[in-house]
């Protein structure tokens, strides 16, 4: 769930592509359709939460993807959203989540039909006691077992592994 503070109050939007694309530093990429509450929102203050929602959290979801800013104040609405002030954003961070990060707005860039926004992590939590919530074909699904990797041995040469070490 991504969380954003505008002129209309706070806002959370379920995100169904978000990613960590860098280690050091911590880079969050999220990708919101053009047009939406939340972009506006970031677009304006430079900054967001992201929301990592715990198996336990599917009517959150449900609320927070099924509808928009525009039409209703979801963060307002009864006993859906529990909500802990952030450290060093503005925006609300949602109780309950496996990873809640704060980050700041650092590239913009519209690409195909959404708008990949990617922010610097500036402070996180993890909460290893929650398991998280997977989206996958319109369904949600929890952690299951470990799949073991069928690893197989590459026979390679000196001068190849060479070659890649000048590479990188």
């Known amino acids: 769930m991504i969380t954003s503070r505008g ?17 050091n530093p911590v880079l969050i990429a999220i990708f919101i359709h053009k047009g939406s509450q939340t ?17 336990e959290q ?22 859906i959203f529990k909500t802990f002030a952030p450290q060093k954003i503005t925006a609300p961070m949602i109780s309950g989540c496996t990873i809640n990060a704060e980050c ?3 590239r913009k860039e ?10 610097k992590v500036v402070h996180i939590k993890h909460d290893d006691t929650n398991s998280p919530l997977l989206y996958h074909s319109g369904r949600y699904f929890g952690l299951g077992s470990m799949v073991e990797p069928d690893r197989q041995e590459v026979p390679t040469d000196k001068s ?7 590479l990188a």
């Open 160 to 166: 190849t592994l060479e070659f890649f070490r000048d």
């Open 58 to 79: 599917t009517a959150q979801i449900s609320v927070a993807g099924g509808y928009s800013g525009f039409e209703i104040d979801k963060m307002d609405l009864k006993n």
């Open 110 to 119: 519209k690409l195909g039909d959404h708008v990949m926004l990617v922010g």
């Open 104 to 106: 700041k707005l650092i």
């Open 39 to 55: 972009l506006k929102n970031i677009e304006k203050t430079k900054e967001f939460g992201v929301n990592v929602a715990s198996k």
């Open 7 to 23: 002129t209309k109050g706070p806002n959370v939007m379920a995100a169904e592509w978000v990613l960590q694309i860098s280690y």
